[in-house]
T-cell receptor, first 111, second 113 residues
Framework: GEDVEQSLFLSVREGDSSVINCTYT??????LYWYKQEPGAGLQLLTYIFSNMDMKQDQRLTVLLNKKDKHLSLRIADTQTGDSAIYFCAESMRSNYQLIWGAGTKLIIKP | EADIYQTPRYLVIGTGKKITLECSQTMGHDKMYWYQQDPGMELHLIHYSYGVNSTEKGDLSSESTVSRIRTEHFPLTLESARPSHTSQYLC????????????FGPGTRLTVL
């Protein structure tokens, strides 16, 4: 079945760039999303990319999509302590109105 | 800012009690979802609805039930709470824009003693 995979943890130094990776299996996905979850809170949509795009940039965030390899990445430039959170990758299903979620990557910021 | 609300935010209750977790959205979204999430862990879809009087079970089996009598309201009920129900419950809704982008409420953290 459809699956989305992410590494569970990423540790970076404050000021460095963070790159969070995600792989997915459904080649018919129309949209792919990155959500952020801070401790004790719900999920907040960070950014999304349509499947016919290769890259999308929004301030400090850059999303790269490699459809051939079914690989999605989120780059956060100049990582700050406020970026410490769990980042979820999700793909939309063309056949229904549901999202397939990754397990989330916990971003840890070292001073 | 997403207009989706959940109450209560925190609930500590004894075994055997009946509880209802409330979820409301003011965006007129037709699709609504309930997820169960243990702290720092992945999301599990337990219920969803594509409109009034439409409810379906999700991928994770749950003893809870839901109803959708009004578009804006999607409550989740546990008839008899057990310690195994201790978790965070997240409600989300989706309209027709940008695929199936989901907007999330703040969550209800449930502890059953």
């Amino acid at each position: 079945g459809e699956d989305v995979e992410q590494s569970l943890f990423l540790s970076v130094r404050e000021g460095d760039s963070s790159v969070i990776n995600c792989t997915y299996t459904d080649s018919s996905s129309t949209y792919l999303y990155w959500y952020k979850q801070e401790p004790g809170a719900g999920l907040q949509l960070l950014t999304y990319i349509f499947s016919n795009m290769d890259m999308k940039q929004d301030q400090r965030l850059t999303v790269l999509l490699n459809k051939k390899d079914k690989h999605l990445s989120l780059r956060i430039a100049d990582t700050q302590t406020g970026d410490s959170a769990i980042y979820f990758c999700a793909e939309s299903m063309r056949s229904n109105y549901q999202l397939i979620w990754g397990a989330g990557t916990k971003l840890i910021i070292k001073p | 800012e997403a207009d989706i609300y959940q109450t209560p935010r925190y609930l500590v209750i004894g075994t055997g009690k009946k509880i209802t977790l409330e979820c409301s959205q003011t965006m007129g979204h037709d699709k609504m979802y309930w997820y169960q999430q243990d702290p720092g862990m992945e999301l599990h879809l337990i219920h969803y609805s594509y409109g009034v009087n439409s409810t379906e079970k999700g991928d994770l089996s749950s003893e809870s039930t839901v109803s959708r009598i009004r578009t804006e309201h999607f409550p989740l009920t546990l008839e008899s709470a057990r310690p195994s129900h201790t978790s965070q419950y997240l409600c989300a809704s989706s309209g027709s824009d940008r695929g199936v982008e989901q907007f999330f409420g703040p969550g209800t953290r449930l502890t059953v003693l």
